[in-house]
């Protein structure tokens, strides 16, 4: 009897320790295991390179068909191999339960399609935008959702560097101000800046390296988590975030780094938070959202190198929470590239490499979000 007692009050006081560990975390995550439903018409996905949510929070998902084996896409081949598969279009927007909805994308005339794609962006008016970081992508496209080409910005052709104002280095991420209707480009694979542009017309507007100083293209070397902050970004600059408040603005990853460094519109330097510093692999920022409530007070941070997505205080960049590990069943990682957040507080993820696949987790909690606008 008295040790039965005992070990009740061991497990009690085993809960009651781990309450506060788990108060800590304010926002929790669970994998829908069944989305997205299958693709029709033999269809699949290749390395996933882009999420985006757009007003209706649809998922636009931006895939990468050359990158299917020849044992994936053998239904393809002349003569087909086997019954499945065939490459899906890149790019893939799916309802809310998984289904879908519509898909479009390839090269066509009057615009350069990316050797390989990279990143897609659907702005407050409703517009997509998309990225390459192929050899020879130094270009960012504007289509309207049914995929009517609008706006190509830079060229493709022989790379140049940083101060070059006319195309892009291989581009990773961009994102469009609604306040301003400019587009913030993290550019990227070749350059070492953010760059900004008319959304409507192209025009080159201003741009800037790491701290706020001059892009430069100079040889850094292997990261080392011990030595000083690097003066510039290194490859990839790979995403870039514009947050609604007035006071602290940009939010750029600074991926091999292992940091964040935040900026305000103008360039103007504010501060960096780094994360998960001792990572050397492929660096551990690779992907920022904002969590949409009305203060964004939360960052999401995918990591493709740790392969988890974490909750990030947005003031201090202190890690709240996390979810996610290496592995290939649903709710674990290969390669997490990008994330997005709907106006329900749900994560979708996208993985490259040999992960080529998009997930979705479940918002599980309590909490007033931000109604997303609906484009005009």
Known sequence: MVRDLLRRA?????????????????????????????????????????????????????QRPRTLTDDEKAASLDPPRTRCCKPAPPVLVFDQAGTLIRSWGGPGQGYDWP?????????????????????????????????????????????????????????????????????????????????????????????????????????????????????????????????????????????TNNRIQVFRKDGSFVKEMFVEKATRANGSVWELALWPDERESYILNADGANNEVRTLSRDTGEVLGRFGR??????????????????????FTTEVDTGKRAQKFLFRGDMVLRKRAAAP
């Not at 709710?331 to 994560?347: I, M, T």
């Open 326 to 347: 290496n592995g290939r069943m649903a709710g674990d990682f290969h390669w997490v590239h990008n994330l997005a957040v709907d106006s329900r507080g749900n994560v």
């Open 115 to 255: 050797q390989n794609e990279h990143g897609i962006h659907i702005d407050h008016k409703g517009f997509v935008w998309l990225a390459g970081n192929g050899e020879a992508d130094g270009q960012i496209l504007k289509f309207t959702q049914d995929g009517r080409f609008v706006l190509q910005i830079g060229k493709q052709g022989p790379q140049t560097d940083s101060r070059d104002t006319t195309r892009l280095g291989r581009p990773a991420g961009m994102m469009v101000d609604p306040e301003t209707n400019e587009l913030y480009v993290a550019d990227g694979y070749y350059n070492h800046r953010i760059i900004v542009f008319d959304a409507e017309t192209g025009a080159f507007k201003r741009m800037w390296g790491a701290y706020g100083r001059p892009p430069t293209d100079e040889k850094l070397g292997a990261f080392d988590p011990a030595a000083e902050p690097a003066q510039q970004f290194r490859n990839p600059v790979h995403c870039v975030q514009v947050a609604r408040d007035g006071l602290v603005y940009v939010y750029v990853c600074d991926r």
């Open 10 to 62: 061991a497990a009690v006081a085993a809960i009651a320790c781990a309450l506060p560990a788990l108060a800590a975390e304010p926002l929790r995550f669970e994998v829908d295991p069944a989305w997205p439903r299958p693709l029709p018409n033999d269809w699949i996905m290749g390395q996933a390179s882009g999420v985006a949510v757009d007003a209706q929070d649809n998922v636009w998902v931006v």
